[in-house]
C-alpha cells in the first residue's frame, strides 16, 4: 500500500492507505480526527467539510492523492482552546441540538466569513445551503453566524 504525506491542521502527516482512499476516511480512520463527519458519503450534506488551501471541501468525495500539496484544516485545527470567533458565536448562542453536524456548519461558516466580512442573511442562505441539520436549527445557525461576524471585527 502506497504512504502519502499531508499537511494536517499545520502538521505533517504520513498515512498508508489506497490512492482512491477519500480524505474523510483518512482524517477518521487514520489520523484520529474524528470531528469531521460522515453523512451522506456523496458530497451532499455537507458534514463533512473540511478546508484545503483555504476553501471549504467535501472530504467524504475527494481521494487523498487530491491533497497532497495543501494544507487541510479540520474541525480540530481550527483553533487550540475553541477561542475561534465562529466557535465563540455557536457556544455563547447554543446553536447544536444533536451536534451531528456542526463541524460541517461550522467549517462552512468559516469559509463564508474569509470571503464576505458581514454576510447578509441571503450570503448566509447561499453559503450554507449545501451543509443540511437534520434538527432544523438553521436559525440559531444563521444568528451565530452574525454573531460571529461581530466578533471577528473587534
Do not use: F
Not at 458530497?43 to 471549504?56: D, F, L, M, P, R
Not at 475561534?84 to 461558516?109: K, N, R
Not at 474569509?114 to 444563521?142: E, F
Amino acid at each position: 500500500m502506497p504512504s502519502y504525506t499531508l499537511t494536517v491542521n499545520a502538521e505533517k502527516r504520513t498515512v498508508s492507505v489506497d490512492s482512491d482512499t477519500p480524505l474523510l476516511w483518512v482524517l477518521r480512520d487514520h489520523l484520529g480526527l474524528t470531528g469531521t463527519k460522515y453523512g451522506c458519503g456523496r458530497g451532499i450534506c455537507g458534514n463533512c467539510t473540511v478546508h484545503y488551501q483555504g476553501n471549504a471541501i467535501r472530504s467524504c468525495v475527494l481521494p487523498i492523492t487530491s491533497v497532497l500539496e495543501g494544507n487541510i484544516v479540520t474541525i480540530e485545527g481550527l483553533s487550540e482552546n475553541e477561542n475561534h470567533p465562529v466557535q465563540q458565536a455557536w457556544m455563547e448562542l447554543d446553536v447544536p441540538q444533536c451536534g451531528y453536524c456542526q463541524s460541517g456548519q461550522i467549517m462552512a461558516t468559516v469559509d463564508l466569513l474569509s470571503k464576505i466580512k458581514n454576510p447578509t442573511d441571503a450570503d448566509i442562505n447561499t453559503a450554507m445551503q449545501g451543509v443540511l441539520c437534520r434538527c432544523g436549527t438553521y436559525s440559531r445557525i444563521r444568528k451565530a453566524i452574525h454573531r460571529a461576524a461581530s466578533i471577528q471585527d473587534k
